[in-house]
């Protein structure tokens, strides 16, 4: 590669199918011109060929012009369409979402109540089971206490009437 090519390299191949349009028309105005032709006839064809050049060139643009703009809408047309997609999908996320949080918020407060009735049902277990147990050591404590009685009556009758029988 020499300098020149280092310097100013060749982009992509639109430039080099510009430069070989370029080179086709200078070529053959070059023809045209060194043509063995008088002059008055070789205006005439000169003028003929830029006459058919322009119309063609013009042909060309009308073309490139209509199919961008047919480009132009169906681009405009597909980012509508695609737009349209894009809020439709985020607004049922959206409301799946918020569904969601509702049904996790109403399973999360049954779960709560049902916690609350268990520990409220168990509380009045337990305290039935503590009074029922403690009514039971209350009667047992009182007939130990009256067996103890009886018990301390009988060793003091005892006591006395040996005491009695020994004077």
């Known amino acids: 590669m020499n300098k020149a090519e280092t310097e100013h390299p060749v982009e992509s191949s639109n430039t080099f199918l510009k430069g070989i349009f ?25 003028s003929d060929k830029l006459s058919l050049a322009t119309d063609k060139t013009k042909e060309v643009a009308g073309v490139v012009t209509d199919k961008t703009k047919t480009l132009a809408t169906t681009v405009s047309e597909k980012a509508t369409d695609l737009a349209s997609t894009v809020s439709a999908k985020a607004s049922d996320i959206f409301s799946t979402v918020s569904d969601s ?3 996790i918020a109403a399973t999360l407060q049954e779960t709560g109540k049902k916690i609350g009735d268990t520990v409220s049902e168990t509380s009045g277990e337990v305290a039935s089971d503590v009074k029922d147990a403690s009514q039971e050591v209350a009667d047992e404590a009182k007939d130990a206490s009256k067996k103890v009685a009886d018990e301390a009556k009988d060793a003091k009758d005892e006591v006395a009437s040996s005491y009695k029988s020994s004077y």
Do not use: T, Y
């Open 22 to 46: 370029i080179g086709g028309l200078l070529g053959a105005a070059a023809a045209l011109l060194f043509a063995p032709k008088p002059g008055s006839e070789m205006r005439s064809d000169l």
């Open 101 to 103: 949080k509702q049904q």
